[in-house]
Each structure stands twice: as C-alpha cells, then as structure tokens.
C-alpha cells in the first residue's frame, strides 16, 4: 500500500544546515511535498518537487529527490530558533490521494 | 497561489450536537475535495474524498453516517460531524485541487474541534 516514513526528531545547533530525509513507497507518485506546521497551527506549505525533478532550491530550502530509491530529502541551510517546528513529507499518489509522513519534529538550540 | 478557505477555525459545541466544517475553493473549480484529521502529535488522515456532483468515498475505518460530507459544488465542501463525541475533538483540515488539469492539492487553514 502506500506509505510515507521519516524520522520522528531532529536536533541542530543554530547557523547548521538541517537534514530531514522521508522514504515513500508509491512509485507512481506525481508531486512530492514538504509542509511545516508550527505549534496550534495549520500545514504551511513550504516547497514541493515534481516527480521527473532531482532537484529543487528555493532560498535557504533545497529538496533532492531519489526517485529510483524513493527517497526525499529537505535540507535547511542556516537553521534558525524560528525553523522549530514539524516538517512532514507528503506524496501525491496516483489517486490524486495526498500521503502524508507522522512528521519530523526539528529541535533548533540556540 | 490557489486560495483555500476552511470555516470555522475553531468550534467549541457540547456532546450529542452537530459541527458543519466549509471548505470553500476561492479562485478555482475544485472537482476534487480530500477531508483529514490530524490527532494530537500525530500525522494527518485521509477520512474521505469527495467529488463534486457525488458520494464521498470514505477510508476505511471512517464512519460515514458519522463524518457526513456534502460536495454539492465545485467551490464548496461541507463535513459535518454528526452527535459529536469528545472522541471526535481533533483538527480537521481539508484540500481541494482541480484534477482536470493536474495541479496540486491546496490545504484550507484547518478547524481545531473540541467536543466539551
């Protein structure tokens, strides 16, 4: 079936790039996407790569995309306290279904 | 980008009442709607998708009679959760795309529902 995995928590230091890393398992998946959502809030689009793309850089974001692998990953350069929050990877799957992972929780120390 | 509406942000109703939640495309056709729940510290679910002018078709595991949802046009979707429960206290978000011509899916704001 379809089935979106990442880790649960990550912890980095201020001014470190940030790596969050998801596997997926629907190979006829056709967007691909990384949502923030900060405490009490709804999903914050923050980027998305199309399933023919390796990659994506968008400001300090850069998405890479395995699709032999099914591996997506989101890099966050210059970690900042306010890039706290849970990142979640999500598929858009044949079905026009969006999977979404259990979310990473990004820790930021200052 | 495409603008998507959910209404109310937040509810407060008592047990036994009804909660309708609106989804509402504002710049674009959604013939297609996906409703979530998204339990505390856990990942979002696909309760339901509904298409515009048809039934719902539900995940398994969703009550249909319960989570009632209504695509009567192509800007507007409606759950209504129905003899709310304390159970049913959760965020509820909804996405609409127009699949005709591919794009990707919109999320609405979400509705934070507690059942008192």
């Known amino acids: 079936g379809e089935d979106v995995e990442q880790s649960l928590f990550l912890s980095v230091r201020e001014g470190d790039s940030s790596v969050i890393n998801c596997t997926y398992t629907?190979?006829?998946?056709?967007?691909l996407y990384w949502y923030k959502q900060e405490p009490g809030a709804g999903l914050q689009l923050l980027t998305y790569?199309?399933?023919?793309?390796d990659m994506k850089q968008d400001q300090r974001l850069t998405v890479l995309l395995n699709k032999k692998d099914k591996h997506l990953s989101l890099r966050i350069a210059d970690t900042q306290t306010g890039d706290s929050a849970i990142y979640f990877c999500?598929?858009?799957?044949?079905?026009?279904?969006?999977?979404f992972g259990a979310g990473t929780r990004l820790f930021v120390k200052a | 980008g495409a603008v998507v509406s959910q209404h109310p942000s937040r509810v407060i109703c008592k047990s036994g009442t009804s909660v309708k939640i609106e989804c509402r495309s504002l710049?674009?056709?959604?013939?297609?709607m996906f409703w979530y729940r998204q339990f505390p510290k856990q990942s979002l679910m696909l309760m339901a998708t509904?298409?515009?002018?048809?039934?719902?078709?539900?995940e398994q595991g969703v009550e249909k009679d319960k989570f009632l949802i209504n695509h009567a046009s192509l800007t507007l979707s409606t759950l209504t959760v129905t003899s709310a429960h304390p159970e049913d206290s959760s965020f509820y978000i909804c996405?609409?795309?127009?699949?005709?011509?591919?794009?990707?899916?919109?999320f609405g704001q979400g509705t934070r529902l507690t059942v008192v």
């Open positions: 996405s609409a795309s127009e699949i005709r011509r591919g794009t990707e899916a919109f």
């Open positions: 629907d190979s006829s998946s056709t967007y």
């Open positions: 790569i199309f399933s023919n793309m």
């Open positions: 999500a598929e858009e799957t044949g079905g026009f279904k969006t999977i």
């Open positions: 710049d674009f056709q959604a013939t297609t």
């Open positions: 509904s298409n515009e002018g048809s039934k719902a078709t539900y």
